[in-house]
């Protein structure tokens, strides 16, 4: 329990950019001149970077250890920090956004991985559930400070004493990481038989979670230009739109990661992607600024319902070896999936509508579902997977 704190505080430190980043970087650079498919191809970067690096990294913390690649993770998040302070055109914001791939690759590679060492089969979620509410909780302070100090003007350069803040934070997060964090790669068992029979449904899984980022990814760059083309393109207004969701993630995670490790963690994941898949669908008829902030919470929630379910379902499946690797492949299926959604959506967004994009989501979403159902059930009930 003592490392899952020290987890805690590092997440928790690190997590105070993402927020605002993720709010602000498509907004603020189609305000800067780039295309709504320069935007795509700069979100798509991101996933290459990642699709090169992450299998990597798996291989490296199951032979070098968990905590070297949550140091190297938390140093290159420090990077992203310093590009924001360098600049905001292009080049910068491509640089940031490759640093953050490969920040992101080594850091929750290993984050992940250190949860299913410490974690056993009846508390996994919860100790998901448990880190997520710290990143919320982390992400929710950070934002609230930047948007402080951006929308009152309190400085000459605003932008930049933000980003300057986040550094500190991140530094904190560093000194956590190599202060308090343990190393826990001792947890390891001897390679066995178990895992080469779950190999098929373990690649069954990375097939689905890919299509599933694919699908994930479909909105991620145009969903606050819908916004602000559509709902109100008021800076205020917009940032108010997710604040029930973000205060929401800070204490449900934990909850319903206990739901899934008393239930069924596969059930949980299906269902909840299923009732997203609904959500989505009926955002287009969602034109008033209120009914709009009630889907978007909605929406939130059910992720926040599969998400440490869809986590802790890696180290259930390919039982307790090879949790390095298990991750890395893990998060190199959503980087895969991750790196062509953006793409594909940019192009339904500007010829098909920016209406038709949320539909396609929405009826690919209850596809995979239905179908992951029918593949699935057999293979969890043959291997034994929990519930």
Not at 194 to 217: H, Q
Not at 324 to 332: H, I, S, W
Request: glycine share 10%.
């Amino acid at each position: 329990m003592d490392n899952l704190k020290a987890l805690k505080k590092s997440v928790f430190y690190i997590s105070f950019p993402f927020s605002l980043i993720g709010f602000l970087f498509p907004v603020y650079a189609y305000s800067k001149g780039v295309s709504i498919m320069g935007i795509g191809i700069i979100y798509s970067a991101f996933s290459l970077f990642s699709i090169l690096i992450r299998p990597a990294v798996g291989k490296l913390i199951d032979n070098r250890g968990r905590k070297t690649g949550v140091i190297i993770g938390t140093c290159f998040y420090c990077l992203v920090n310093v590009f924001f302070l360098i600049g905001m055109d292009f080049k910068y914001l491509l640089a940031a956004r490759i640093c953050q791939s490969i920040a992101g690759s080594f850091y929750w590679i290993s984050i992940d991985t250190i949860i299913s060492d410490i974690s056993h089969e009846g508390n996994r979620s919860e100790n998901f559930g448990i880190i997520d509410e710290s990143i919320n909780k982390g992400a929710f302070l950070g934002i609230f400070i930047g948007f402080s100090i951006l929308l009152n003007d309190l400085f000459k350069d605003s932008f930049k004493i933000v980003f300057l803040i986040y550094l500190g934070t991140s530094l904190i997060s560093l000194f956590y990481t190599i202060i308090k964090v343990e190393e826990t790669i001792q947890f390891r068992q001897t390679y066995g038989e178990e895992t080469m029979k779950k190999g098929k449904t373990f690649n069954l899984f990375l097939v689905f979670m890919s299509l599933f980022a694919f699908i994930s990814c479909l909105t991620s760059h145009t969903y606050l230009i819908y916004v602000r083309e559509n709902i109100t393109d008021k800076f205020h207004l917009i940032s108010y739109l997710f604040l029930p969701g973000a205060i929401l993630s800070m204490f449900l995670p934990n909850k319903f990661g206990k739901i899934s490790d008393r239930y069924s963690r596969e059930i949980v994941l299906f269902f909840g992607m299923f009732i997203t898949g609904i959500l989505y669908l009926l955002i287009p008829a969602m034109k008033a600024y209120f009914y709009f902030m009630i889907m978007d919470t909605l929406i939130a929630i059910t992720s926040m319902f599969y998400g440490p379910a869809q986590s802790a379902l890696v180290a259930d499946i390919v039982g307790e070896n090879q949790r390095g690797k298990a991750y890395g492949k893990y998060k190199l299926a959503l980087g895969i999936g991750g790196i062509i959604g953006p793409i594909v959506g940019t192009y339904i967004y500007e010829h098909l509508g920016n209406t038709m994009v949320f539909y396609v989501k929405g009826i690919l979403l209850i596809g995979i579902c239905i179908l992951s159902i029918i593949f699935f059930n057999e293979e969890f009930k043959y291997h034994g997977v929990k519930n």
